[in-house]
């Protein structure tokens, strides 16, 4: 079974800061896939990275996929209140097979 | 992207009933699965069904507990059996489309 770690589990920031989350994994994944979700509603997705090394932006979020394909981050630059949420790293999927979800991050951003 | 709806959306039931959870997806597609998350935690996988057969369960889920109905290639039905206050959760129905995961809203149940 494939297994991801994410860390850190929970953060709470000032609006404004810059933070990191951590994806790590002793597997391989073809794809990983960056996924948030508010209270109420299922996850959506961010992203997916596909090629070890890739870096994705979008808007001030960045994402990235280590080289070996075995971890990726996500960096939020000037964290506001609108970022609030848990943040999902997942892998493993493809086609007809299902995520398997790390444990999530979640983040608070006050105002 | 898919649409995908849930039914209830929420629901407060008596331990020892049962509830079932209605997933509709806005076109066909051929693989959903069934999430469970529990408060605070992340998502975890209960079973994924294929229409046209039995649905397959991960470790820790069993049949008896969370029967699965995939009538057609829209709909699903998720049944929690035999309630105790530790099924108290979110529960997502899921599919693919083009590559991409999709998540319906998520029935928040709680078991008293």
């Known amino acids: 079974t494939q297994l991801l770690e994410q860390s850190p589990q929970f953060l709470s920031i000032q609006e404004g800061e810059n933070l990191t989350v951590y994806c790590n994994s002793s597997s391989v994944f073809s794809s990983l896939q960056w996924y948030r979700q508010e209270p109420g509603e299922g996850p959506v997705l961010l992203v997916t990275v596909v090629t070890g090394g890739e870096v994705k932006k979008l808007k001030r979020l960045t994402f990235q996929f280590g080289d070996a394909r075995k971890d990726s981050s996500l960096h939020i630059t000037a964290a506001q209140p609108g970022d609030t949420g848990l943040y999902l790293c997942?892998?493993?999927?493809?086609?007809?097979?299902?995520?398997?979800f790390g444990k999530g991050t979640r983040l608070s951003v006050i105002a | 992207s898919a649409v995908i709806s849930q039914k209830p959306s929420r629901d407060i039931c008596q331990r020892g009933t049962s509830l079932t959870i209605q997933c509709q997806v806005d076109s066909q597609v051929t693989m959903m699965f069934w999430y469970r998350q529990q408060p605070g935690q992340s998502l975890t996988l209960i079973a994924t069904?294929?229409?046209?057969?039995?649905?397959?369960?991960e470790s820790g889920f069993v049949i008896d507990k969370f029967p699965i109905s995939r009538p057609n290639l829209t709909f699903s039905t998720l049944t929690v059996s035999n309630m105790s206050p530790e099924d108290s959760s979110i529960y997502l129905c899921s599919t693919y489309r083009e590559e991409t995961q999709y998540f319906g809203p998520g029935t928040r149940l709680l078991v008293l």
């Open positions: 997942a892998g493993g999927g493809s086609g007809n097979t299902p995520l398997v």
């Open positions: 069904a294929n229409q046209g057969s039995e649905a397959t369960y």
